[in-house]
């Protein structure tokens, strides 16, 4: 019987014969949504484009054989982890294990077996889901359900190049709760996670595009990524994010401030790419104005656009 975990799951046919893309397609569509290339170039392309979540891929096709179309699958980041099962009439153990030297999953010969190939789809299918789901994991802090500091890591990297390719500015902030130790040793632990959990609720709300986001960057703090997006709007979003969490009301009456609720104090970078910096010369500018906000007396943002001529850049150089 089918887990409801497959059912949204989609299969790529990549073969050049109608008459065996339609066989699979007839086998597989009950249980999974189906996409179809012809060609080894045409599913490379469907692919990247769509990332389905398991190939079947023939060997023998004009142009490009399998073999290569798993090879350059591989290459490539955005398909490496699609498993792919090769299904083909190529019968020796030669043949089977080149297929998965080149990173397939699985090997089935034709002429094919109708409840082998749903039942090997079915495992790897579910394989992949499994490890997607670990993946998934490793990157969210389990306490407020954030992406974590590794996932920030990834996303700041990913759209730094984006950002750099189209030069357009991006903007980093980085937040911390004021004087959360204090906060922790009255209250509690237990009352501490609970004020964190609610200020992670509380920080995305501002938020409005799919690009940004917002991550635990490490016991108070978090960080939020904004790419494509000025110093100006940055500053902005940072000022709504401090009066989201001021609406929260948590008693922090033993705060070395005359502030009695939980507040956060903010540090805002803003750069647009270029050879002479780098992702992590953002973080260092937004944690330099992060305790600038703290010196400032908390509960309130600071702000700065990254300049490599700057003194700023030469001291983090020289560090």
């Known amino acids: 019987m089918l887990t409801e975990v497959n059912k949204d ?16 397609a007839q086998v597989l569509k ?17 692919a990247r484009s769509q990332r389905p979540d398991l190939i079947l891929l023939d060997i023998v096709m004009p142009n490009m054989d399998g073999y ?12 490496r982890k699609i498993p792919i099962i090769f299904i083909t009439t190529k019968n020796e153990i030669e043949d089977e294990t080149r297929g998965l030297s080149l990173g397939a999953v699985d090997y089935i010969t034709k ?39 590794r996932r920030f890591e990834q996303i700041l990297k990913r759209e730094w190049a984006r950002c750099r390719r189209s030069q357009a500015s991006i903007s980093i902030i980085l937040i911390d709760i004021d004087h959360f130790k204090q ?7 237990l009352a501490g996670d609970r004020c964190l959990s609610r200020v992670a609720r509380a920080l995305p709300i501002p938020l409005k595009r799919p690009a940004d986001s917002i991550f635990r960057y490490g ?7 904004l790419p494509e997006t000025d110093h100006t709007v940055a500053v902005n979003l940072a000022e709504e994010m401090r009066a ?8 922090h009456t033993h705060s070395e401030t005359s502030h009695p609720y939980i507040s956060i104090s903010l540090g805002v970078a803003t750069a647009t ?17 992060l305790y600038a906000a703290k010196n400032a007396g908390r509960n309130c943002v600071r702000g700065q656009v990254y300049n490599s001529d700057t003194d700023f850049y030469h001291k983090t150089a020289d560090a």
């Open 68 to 79: 290569e179309v798993c090879r350059r699958l591989k290459a490539d980041d955005v398909t």
């Open 273 to 289: 790419p270029n050879a002479r910096s780098t992702p992590t010369t953002l973080v260092q500018l937004a944690d330099k104005l």
């Open 244 to 251: 989201q969490v001021g609406k929260l009301l948590i008693p």
């Open 9 to 24: 799951k989609t299969v790529l046919i990549i073969d050049d014969s109608p008459i065996n893309i339609e066989h699979l």
């Open 111 to 149: 002429p094919f077996r109708t409840p082998i190939v749903k039942a090997r789809v079915r495992t790897h299918i579910q394989l992949k889901h499994n490890s997607d789901l670990l993946e998934k994991l490793a990157l969210i802090d389990a306490l407020t359900n954030l992406p974590n500091r």
């Open 183 to 189: 906060f922790n040793d009255h209250y509690g632990h």
């Open 30 to 46: 009950s249980d999974y949504g189906i996409k179809v290339a012809n060609s080894g170039e045409l599913g490379i392309e469907v």
């Open 219 to 225: 016991g108070e703090e978090f960080i939020a990524v």
